[in-house]
T-cell receptor
Framework: AQSVTQPDIHITVSEGASLELRCNYS??????LFWYVQSPGQGLQLLLKYFSGDTLVQGIKGFEAEFKRSQSSFNLRKPSVHWSDAAEYFCAVGPVSGGSYIPTFGRGTSLIVHP | EAQVTQNPRYLITVTGKKLTVTCSQN?????MSWYRQDPGLGLRQIYYSMNVEVTDKGDVPEGYKVSRKEKRNFPLILESPSPNQTSLYFC???????????FGPGTRLTVL
């Protein structure tokens, strides 16, 4: 069975500092990987996704993520955090089997940004 | 404006009283899903639908029903709600299996 681990429940950074949110997955085949952001009181918004090809994926809002098969990781990064980036971030992995799609989400990492 | 709408946004009810949470999308998406979000557990998929009249169970379908009679609508039905169904519920839609999911704003349900 697939699983996703986000080891950090909370991360606190200063505005302007760099950010890395960790995501480790367990899946038997090549995974389909996603990062979502959830602002307070809002639904989830897709930041980026990886299916195949270049292992460094660029997303919206200046985020990027790198797929490392050897480490089973898909960490999210941003070189300079803005106060508006304070939100909950979810990593997800989803197989495709027979046309179905049941993604598994991590428990989330709450990002706190200090001015 | 492309969007997924859910109603109601907030609901407090009592055990056993049937309720329906509506979900509608205006993007002509084939796929729609329902998730519940609980603290420390992330999102878990309840049901999903690949097209009209085609639905399938997700990870946590017990106690829920869905229907897909029209492409744009995907209501979530709780026939006999229980307190363990107190949660934040999200509807989502997408064009294809691996396409970007668009999430609704969420429905916060409390079952007393």
């Amino acid at each position: 069975a697939q699983s996703v681990t986000q080891p950090d429940i909370h991360i606190t950074v200063s505005e302007g500092a760099s950010l890395e949110l960790r995501c480790n997955y367990s899946y038997g085949a090549t995974p389909y990987l996603f990062w979502y952001v959830q602002s307070p009181g809002q639904g989830l918004q897709l930041l980026l996704k990886y299916f195949s090809g270049d292992t460094l994926v660029q997303g919206i809002k200046g985020f990027e993520a790198e797929f490392k098969r050897s480490q089973s990781s898909f960490n999210l990064r941003k070189p300079s955090v803005h106060w508006s980036d304070a939100a909950e971030y979810f990593c997800a992995v989803g197989p495709v089997s027979g046309g179905s799609y049941i993604p598994t989400f991590g428990r989330g990492t709450s990002l706190i940004v200090h001015p | 404006e492309a969007q997924v709408t859910q109603n109601p946004r907030y609901l407090i009810t009592v055990t056993g009283k049937k309720l329906t949470v509506t979900c509608s999308q205006n993007m002509n998406h084939e796929y729609m899903s329902w998730y519940r979000q609980d603290p420390g557990l992330g999102l878990r998929q309840i049901y999903y639908s690949m097209n009209v009249e085609v639905t399938d169970k997700g990870d946590v379908p017990e106690g829920y029903k869905v229907s897909r009679k029209e492409k744009r609508n995907f209501p979530l039905i709780l026939e006999s709600p229980s307190p363990n169904q107190t949660s934040l519920y999200f509807c989502a839609s997408r064009t294809g299996v691996l396409d970007t999911q668009y999430f609704g704003p969420g429905t916060r349900l409390t079952v007393l």
